[in-house]
């Protein structure tokens, strides 16, 4: 919610002020505490980005994409590192394309960070994971067929040679109900679902508190 009031700034009047001021005293009477845990062996460890979109969400029309990555050790504790939450800079026609949109910038940014991590450590190569969940998208990453969309073709091919190139490993389906970048995405910030994650699945939520 937030990140929405950003796109009233250049036109804002004093409803909106007044709607701002709302935000953030809902801010301030809901805490949230981001910890970062202690990891195993750096060498074992390993990005996972995840990515999520929603579509024309926005007041001028746009469409919302956000990523959050984060380092994962190889007892299944994550560490977030990157969060991002913004205007699509390509207006999507469709939610597969906004979706799309957004696992290409994250993406992106995980191949950016992995390498930056490689120089600082001294490791070859991080393993990078990619997380959506948008069904069609993640058949359409494996499938020899192509979108009906053209633009949109260029976008999947993109992934695909980042598959292929290795410099992502794995792009992997799951629910809704697991996608941590879908609270960033709402026009009222989840911020609960979040807690709950921290409160029910350990391996996914225990950055959290």
């Given at each position: 919610r937030t990140n929405l009031s950003l796109w009233w700034i250049s036109k804002a009047v004093v409803s909106d002020f007044l709607h701002l001021n709302k935000v953030v005293g809902r801010v301030k009477q809901n805490p949230l505490q981001l910890f970062f845990?202690?990891?195993?062996?750096?060498?074992?460890?390993?990005?996972?980005?995840?990515?999520?979109?929603?579509?024309?969400?926005?007041?001028?029309d746009g469409s919302q994409g956000a990523m959050?990555?984060?380092?994962?050790?190889?007892?299944?504790?994550?560490?977030?590192?990157?969060?991002?939450?913004?205007?699509?800079?390509?207006t999507p026609r469709s939610t597969l394309e906004a979706e799309t949109l957004a696992l290409v910038e994250?993406?992106?940014?995980?191949?950016?960070?992995?390498?930056?991590?490689?120089?600082?450590?001294?490791?070859?190569?991080?393993?990078?994971?990619?997380?959506?969940?948008?069904?069609?998208?993640?058949?359409?990453?494996y499938s020899t067929r192509?979108?009906?969309?053209?633009?949109?073709?260029?976008?999947?091919?993109?992934?695909k040679n980042m598959l292929v190139s290795g410099e992502i490993?794995?792009?992997?389906?799951?629910?809704?109900?697991?996608?941590?970048?879908?609270?960033?995405?709402?026009?009222?910030l989840c911020w609960f679902h979040a807690v709950w994650l921290s409160k029910n699945d350990t391996s996914r939520g225990e950055y959290l508190k």
């Amino acid at each position: 919610r937030t990140n929405l009031s950003l796109w009233w700034i250049s036109k804002a009047v004093v409803s909106d002020f007044l709607h701002l001021n709302k935000v953030v005293g809902r801010v301030k009477q809901n805490p949230l505490q981001l910890f970062f845990p202690r990891l195993n062996d750096f060498s074992s460890c390993s990005l996972e980005c995840y990515t999520d979109a929603a579509f024309a969400n926005l007041s001028n029309d746009g469409s919302q994409g956000a990523m959050l990555i984060f380092l994962r050790d190889s007892d299944g504790k994550r560490c977030p590192i990157f969060w991002q939450t913004r205007c699509l800079r390509r207006t999507p026609r469709s939610t597969l394309e906004a979706e799309t949109l957004a696992l290409v910038e994250g993406a992106e940014a995980s191949v950016y960070l992995a390498n930056i991590l490689t120089q600082i450590t001294g490791r070859k190569s991080i393993s990078v994971r990619c997380l959506v969940e948008k069904r069609s998208l993640y058949d359409s990453v494996y499938s020899t067929r192509q979108v009906d969309n053209k633009k949109l073709r260029m976008d999947v091919k993109a992934v695909k040679n980042m598959l292929v190139s290795g410099e992502i490993n794995r792009v992997d389906w799951v629910e809704g109900s697991q996608q941590l970048a879908d609270c960033l995405t709402k026009k009222y910030l989840c911020w609960f679902h979040a807690v709950w994650l921290s409160k029910n699945d350990t391996s996914r939520g225990e950055y959290l508190k």
